[in-house]
């Protein structure tokens, strides 16, 4: 079993085992006969192949490369990804082996499936695709259920075929599946929006928005994949459409520059001067990376040969190592003086942004001084501000003359009067309180002298209780005598 197939039957809910017999089946009359299930299972094969071209899997051209981009059949990247096609899908002979099942066989109408595709306009040939504009702008004209196939008159003719054994006529089975290359549109569109999204989200000064060719692919070749990288042939559509169809960038064949809201898009010798020297850094930096990963062997073999006591293998390595030490240090010397003209550049670029902000402010403040009409017409006007203030003053003033004459003497004793009205009344209220706390006082001590009183007699009775309890306890028999008889 294929990769692909693989991960269509392990990652695709509408490939169940009991749907593989109508999903490989050729389906086709059912437009006719069962529009819905036709419908689905269109649209399952069309969204299992867009995923899996996603992740890489439809790509019968995979091929590793080398860091430096060069094409090879054993190289790799770093990361360890391979270029293969995620925006083009090539329908063939190899893509109906590697569906190939061993239980139900081939896909038979794969066919069907990439004719309704091409007929919405989810998947366009290559060939139109590049050649013509404004594909993606047109609407789809397929409908997923024809209401005309839903007639009483089309049923009873598929129930009498049915019972007729009618057999199904050539038209009406698949097509056999066509030899061409497709581009897959929404994975197209979702690969541009991200591309777009990292590429402008983070931008701190307008020279993030220029690339090179080179540096373009480093970027952003593996956003739909960490694992892939896109083909040349992805890249060739990506760029035709961020350029053509969504106008998200200036694309010359060499340098790729993302438009702003205030910048007209075309590609300046001055972009092609920066895409060129952003190459350069990210070139230099990679050879000072390998030439210190470099000089790091050496180092070591060198300690392994001086270890065996192998002087010449020793010797050999550290000439090697002493040239490798060279070239680095001509490298970052090259690479320190192009990240200081780059920054010097950036420097100058956003100064050239202020001095624009500044002269459109300029015109700004000038234009509003013109509708104000300068210094002397605003003092002007405020001298006659003033003028017309003082004349309100002056009719509230006559207005206030007119008013009723008002003795104040008069309002002087009428004021005191109501002081002193004022004052008794508060004397009256202080004195009726002050009363009122004596009266308390007095019932207080009232109260008090009842309690001791009540306690003196109560301590007087037990005082005299006591001398007669003492009395009779001296008396004896002695002292009181029975007389004789």
Known sequence: MSDLLKYILNNEEAFRRNRLPSLYSDFTPQKKTNPDGYAVNVAAWEQALNRAAKRGYTSSRGVRVRSDSSVSASGATPAGRKKTDHLILRTDESLLRDLESSEWGRPVALGTVIDEAVRKNSMIPLKIYKTTPGLLQKKSQWRVIDPGVLSPWNVMSWGVRQLKGFVVSESDSAPELQVQELVLVDNLQEMADRVVKKATGGTSSKLDLIYSKEIFVEEFAGLLNDATELSDSDLEVLLIYLSRDSDAIAFDGKTIKFKSPDDNGEITQQDTTIASIKTLVSTLSKQVANLEAKIAELNVSAKTALA???????????????MAEHNLQQRFDTLMRLEEVYSKIEQAAGQVDMIQVMQASTGVLRGLHNQIGGAEKVEDIVEELR????????VGSIMNEAGPVIDEGEIDDELAAMEKSDKEAREKEEAAATEKRLAELDSVKQASDDVAHRARVAENVDSALADNIDRLSNM??????????
Request: aromatic residues 0%; without cysteine; positive net charge.
């Open 308 to 322: 065996n006591k192998n002087r010449i293998s020793a010797l050999s390595a550290v000439r090697s190592k002493k």
């Open 387 to 394: 003028e017309e203030m003082t004349k309100v003053d002056e």
């Open 476 to 485: 004896s028999v002695e002292d009181n005598p029975m007389p004789a008889k």
